[in-house]
């Protein structure tokens, strides 16, 4: 909408004025350099406009799934959710307390539990991609047809136990070192590949991992009456995975770290004292977590 546009374009030229004269002329080139690979046609700035609103709304819905699927695997996976509460706690404590943008790559375990969340239960089931060509498969003897629809099944990709032993397990060491390189190309598809893979996947994984990193440095999540194991997907018509419902408690941690994030004098936020035993859902955490991730520079 045009109120959504006018926020975003605020935001832009507010952070242009606060910028150092090299950092201005790296964002103008961004802005005016807009060339699409023909390198005749430029973006004019609502379709930059555009593209910004959809990595906040495109994104949102998945974004908040794997949230909600994050949280529920480490409240069934306690040892798992201590090796990544250490991790968490011993990364901020090395940075006097503050979380900045160089910190979230160190967190090697956290990027592992989100994509063994991802492999089992990723939002998105099947990706589809049009044929700009004739194919043949190999010796197989099929053609695939220009202008065929593909259909790729990311679901049965990610839980093939010729590719993922024991692929209904959580077991996020499968892309720790060691192991990550030996996964099959073309098995793990959580965002597609190639040029035409999802846009906005790092910044969904960004802010993901921030939002793990707030909650988890000081919370733990465990199983509640109403945590239903395994859970139960709903039937629907939309290639997004559905369940009836995640529900999950929420404890207080007795080893909890100070954070920061790049806010002086503030050891924590509202968003994290408002969390108490009640149920989680991904879309809430994001919803108070969101504005945290937007203090971060150079993201």
Request: glycine fraction near 6%.
């Amino acid at each position: 909408s045009g109120e959504i546009s006018k926020s975003i374009k605020d935001i832009d030229d507010a952070s242009f004025r606060k910028e150092t004269d090299d950092e201005k002329t790296l964002n103008q080139n961004a802005l005016t350099d807009t060339t699409t690979y023909d390198g005749k046609t430029k973006l004019d700035e609502n379709e930059i406009l555009a593209q910004c609103v959809l990595f906040f709304s495109v994104g949102f819905e998945t974004s908040s799934q794997l949230l909600a699927y994050c949280t529920y695997c480490l409240a069934l996976n306690p040892d798992c959710q201590e090796t990544l509460h250490d991790e968490i706690v011993e990364t901020i404590n090395s940075n006097q307390g503050e979380l900045n943008y160089n910190m979230v790559p160190k967190m090697i375990y956290l990027d592992a539990i989100i994509s063994e969340t991802l492999r089992l239960y990723n939002p998105v089931l099947r990706m589809e991609r049009q044929a700009s060509e004739n194919y043949t498969l190999g010796s197989t003897g099929i053609t695939i047809e220009k202008g065929m629809i593909v259909g790729i099944p990311v679901w049965a990709l990610h839980h093939d136990p010729q590719y993922y032993p024991e692929p209904d397990l959580f077991k996020p060491e499968r892309f720790l070192a060691g192991n990550r390189e030996r996964l099959v190309p073309y098995t793990y598809l959580p965002f597609g590949t190639g040029p035409r893979n999802c846009i906005g996947a790092r910044f969904a994984l960004l802010e993901t991992k921030i939002a793990l990193i707030k909650v988890v440095s000081k919370y733990r999540f465990v199983e509640s009456k109403t945590t239903k194991i395994p859970l139960r997907f709903l039937p629907v018509g939309r290639p997004l995975l559905r369940c009836e419902h995640i529900a999950i408690g929420v404890k207080k941690s007795l080893n909890s770290v100070a954070l920061r994030i790049n806010k002086k004098n503030k050891s924590s936020s509202k968003a994290n004292q408002a969390l108490g035993p009640f149920l989680v859902l991904g879309a809430i955490v994001l919803h108070l977590l969101v504005q945290e991730l937007l203090v971060i520079p150079k993201i």
